[in-house]
């Protein structure tokens, strides 16, 4: 089993619509958790970190559950410029501390 | 606009070659980060250092891969003898330390690696 599972899509959505992805964990100790941003042939860019109780950025909310292990990312009224490849990433425990980066998931926003 | 620099940007050599890609971090960043991005893994943690000192280089293959920085403005990745399951695009990132680990890390553009 993969330290971060991600459902690699893709997702094809018309602009306007809302979609929502999620991952799931393994390491119950895990401390910090991220969503990065891919595009097609480019390098990952983080687009925003995820806090116990939930963030917004705009379009954009984050919302993590650690009882459940499971880190969700909302994307309301999609953009043509939103599709891209969503990178899932977890900060392991203080002593191992690695970014782990799930596979990605796969947004396609259509006109 | 400070940004990670990598080179070559893309690179095809044959099996049993050595390769060598360089990677400027950012100024004044204090971590750098090798990793390796397949289709079949995804992103794979290659190697970090931290102030210059290696610390964790756990997800490299120790028999042909070594990572090295020089001085504060140069992370280098080899590869000797180069194998065709090394083709992959090889990302550095860097970042700025906060805790261990530090916060966002910021990613070169990467080096395509294609081993024939």
């Known amino acids: 089993r993969k330290e971060v599972e991600q459902d690699p899509g893709p997702f094809n959505v018309p602009e306007g619509a809302t979609v929502a992805f999620n991952c799931t964990y393994s390491n119950s100790a895990s401390q910090s958790f991220f969503w990065y941003r891919q595009d097609c042939r480019k390098e990952p860019k983080l687009l925003m970190s995820?806090?116990?109780s939930g963030n917004e950025d705009g379009r954009f909310t984050a919302q993590l559950n650690r009882a459940s292990q499971y880190i969700s990312l909302l994307i309301r009224d999609s953009k043509l410029s939103d599709s891209a490849t969503y990178l899932c990433?977890?900060?392991?425990?203080?002593?191992?501390?690695?970014?782990?980066f799930g596979q990605g998931t796969t947004l396609q926003v259509k006109p | 606009d400070a940004r990670v620099t990598q080179t070559p940007r893309h690179k095809v050599t044959e099996m049993g070659q050595e390769v060598t890609m360089r990677c400027q971090p950012i100024?004044?960043?204090?971590?750098v980060f090798w990793y390796r991005q397949t289709m079949m893994q995804g992103l794979e943690l290659l190697a970090y250092f931290r102030n210059r000192a290696p610390l964790d280089d756990s997800g490299m293959p120790k028999d042909r891969f070594s990572a090295e920085m020089p001085d504060a403005t140069l992370a280098t990745l080899k590869i000797q003898p180069s194998e065709p399951r090394d083709s992959a695009v090889y990302f550095c990132?860097?970042?700025?330390?906060?805790?261990?680990?530090?916060?966002?890390?910021?990613f070169g553009p990467g080096t395509r690696l294609t081993v024939l």
């Open positions: 990433v977890v900060r392991g425990s203080s002593n191992t501390g690695k970014l782990i």
């Open positions: 995820v806090y116990s």
């Open positions: 990132a860097s970042g700025s330390q906060a805790g261990v680990w530090g916060n966002e890390q910021f």
């Open positions: 100024l004044g960043h204090n971590t």
